[in-house]
């Protein structure tokens, strides 16, 4: 098993409310969660895709990597080990944070958060773009 997709990604960024902007007006994103120096926004069915944590700097913090199920984690977990690279599981807390059921935490040899992951949590209500959208173009 392999992962399937970029599912969702954090951003450092020095101003939070410039994002709660920024997100729906200029990107179309539905801010759904803000709490102190987070923000966090849909653009789909997915409970949540970007996460803003405010911080003294700006730039990615960390890219999360959809796979099929925890079969799929656990053999990615397997291979990781064989290969010698370290990395470690996400607490509980981390996992209800992403909105995920289970996830491993690695670092690229950039240096760059990876977070390779399973069952993401499904909205109940439908996603309601920050501004008007007609399709794409």
């Known amino acids: 098993m392999s992962v399937l997709s970029l599912g969702y ?20 994103l539905q801010r759904i969660d803000r709490a102190r120096g987070t923000v ?3 653009m789909d069915d997915r409970r949540q895709r970007i996460i803003v944590n405010e ?15 925890g079969q799929a984690l656990d053999e990615i977990g397997a291979r990781l080990e064989a290969a010698k690279v370290r990395f470690m599981r996400g607490d509980r807390a981390l996992a209800q944070e ?3 059921a289970d996830l ?3 670092q690229d040899p950039a240096g760059n958060q ?24």
Do not use: C, Q
């Open 9 to 28: 990604m954090g951003i450092r960024s020095t101003s939070v409310s410039d994002w709660s902007d920024y997100g729906p007006r200029h990107l179309g």
């Open 40 to 42: 966090a926004f849909r």
């Open 55 to 69: 911080t003294n700097s700006d730039g990615v913090d960390f890219f999360g990597w959809e796979t099929a199920d």
């Open 98 to 100: 992403r909105r995920v």
């Open 104 to 106: 491993l935490v690695l």
């Open 114 to 137: 990876l977070e390779i992951f399973h069952g993401p949590e499904i909205a109940t209500d439908p996603f309601k773009p920050g501004r008007s959208i007609s399709g794409f173009r």
